[in-house]
């Protein structure tokens, strides 16, 4: 059984720096693609980042380039997601999610397996 759970989220204020971690277990993780969504109240799920499993190769949303890294351990099984410089516009749930998929897709339907999500909220 597949799972994928989120940690790090919590209250910052603006400027301020979170690390997100995702745990998965069940799967063969250094073979998948992983990726970070986000959803903010009222809003439509949308893609953060990502990085490929073949490459290392990281994708991102123009809204958090240069503010957000993603990065992965596959000895750990952990993909984390460092969020500098945070706007009151990042809050949201952020959601973890694992694609076979040689390349970062932004689309969540591509996704097959997703994490519960952890709340950030960015206070000004």
């Known amino acids: 059984q597949v799972q994928l759970v989120e940690s790090g989220g919590g209250l910052v204020q603006a400027g301020g720096s979170l690390r997100l971690s995702c745990a998965a277990s069940g799967l063969t993780f250094s073979r998948y693609t992983m990726a970070w969504f986000r959803q903010a109240p009222g809003k439509e799920r949308a893609f953060v980042s990502g990085?490929?499993?073949?490459?290392?190769?990281?994708n991102y949303a123009d809204s958090v380039k240069g503010r957000f890294t993603i990065s992965r351990d596959n000895a750990k099984n952990t993909v984390y997601l460092q969020m500098d410089s945070l706007k009151p516009e990042d809050t949201a749930v952020y959601y973890c999610?694992?694609?076979?998929?040689?390349?970062?897709?932004?689309?969540?339907?591509?996704?097959?397996?997703w994490g519960q999500g952890t709340q950030v909220t960015v206070s000004s």
């Open positions: 999610a694992a694609s076979t998929a040689f390349s970062v897709l932004t689309t969540s339907r591509t996704y097959g397996y």
């Open positions: 990085i490929t499993w073949r490459t290392g190769s990281t």
